[in-house]
């Protein structure tokens, strides 16, 4: 597993945009994998990324036009269009800025009558186009990647979940402080179904996430640190700040300072 680590968060999202635009960039089409394909997340941490992508794609460095994307998760029971829905989210914040063809866009959705039907049926279409390139995702204070809280499998597929208390007080800043206005369950991909992606990419800014990163780096792999599940890949990469390294031993730090940053 790779860590680079970056002073700044602005740093950070800009080293993780051009990994997004090499990986497109560089992508060769096959009869069986026609267009490159990302998993992309929501959460506050990528949002210094979206902006720098967009930013190359005004500029011609990188186009969407053929790009797949499969976001992370979703709300349950929150209408589309509810501001905090991730639709709206990656809507507002990434695909009405790009060349992306909306086509191209794949989004739990959260309001299925069939939920169990929603989950397969989108596992089933990463598989039709060939599987994802790149899986970006941010990271929970308590080691969640997408909504796969601690004890999820760690081969676990997508599915409906149910989110912790931690994950609703931390998510609560985004409906207006009130638990009671979060949704208590999600529909999201499974660890398994990122691991399985080429490469998955992922983004740790800030103190809060020191413990996460320490685990994720340092720990063993367990099912109570989802991210864990990273050291088993053969492409990973976690892209950190230096504050959210606040947990790591000096000389992992150091070492990893040497290696990649
Ligand atoms: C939510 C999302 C995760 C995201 C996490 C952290 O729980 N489901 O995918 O990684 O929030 O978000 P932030 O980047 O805002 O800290």
């Not at 968060?9 to 994998?33: G, M, R, W």
């Not at 081969?155 to 800043?173: F, G, P, Q």
């Not at 809060?208 to 492409?235: D, I, Y």
């Amino acid at each position: 597993m790779e860590l680079i680590i970056k002073e700044t968060y602005d740093q950070l999202s800009l080293k993780a945009a051009e990994i997004v635009a090499s990986v497109i960039n560089n992508f060769v089409a096959t009869p069986e994998h026609p267009k490159c394909t990302l998993g992309l997340p929501t959460g506050s941490t990528p949002l210094g990324m979206y902006k720098a992508l967009i930013k190359m794609n005004q500029q011609g460095k990188v186009s969407f036009k053929n790009v797949i994307t499969f976001n992370m998760d979703e709300y349950v029971g929150l209408d589309v269009n509810h501001p905090e829905s991730y639709h709206s989210f990656m809507f507002n914040n990434f695909f009405n800025h790009i060349d992306i063809d909306k086509s191209n866009v794949h989004i739990l959705n959260g309001n299925a009558p069939d939920l169990e039907k929603e989950c397969n049926d989108y596992e089933k279409a990463i598989k039709e186009v060939g599987g994802i390139d790149l899986f970006v995702g941010g990271i929970g204070n308590d080691g969640h990647i997408a909504f796969n809280e601690p004890g999820s499998s760690l081969n676990s597929r997508t599915r409906c979940v149910k989110l912790t208390h931690d994950t609703i007080i931390a998510n609560s800043r985004f409906f207006d402080f009130d638990l009671s206005k979060v949704p208590v369950r999600a529909v999201t991909v499974g660890i398994g179904t990122v691991t399985d992606a080429q490469r998955v990419m992922i983004l740790v800014n800030g103190h809060a996430k020191a413990r996460a990163l320490h685990h994720a780096v340092e720990g063993g792999v367990s099912q109570m640190w989802p991210v864990t599940a990273l050291q088993l890949h053969n492409h990973s990469t976690i892209i950190a700040s230096e504050d959210a390294c606040d947990e790591l031993k000096v000389g992992t730090f150091r070492y990893y300072l040497d290696l990649n940053s």
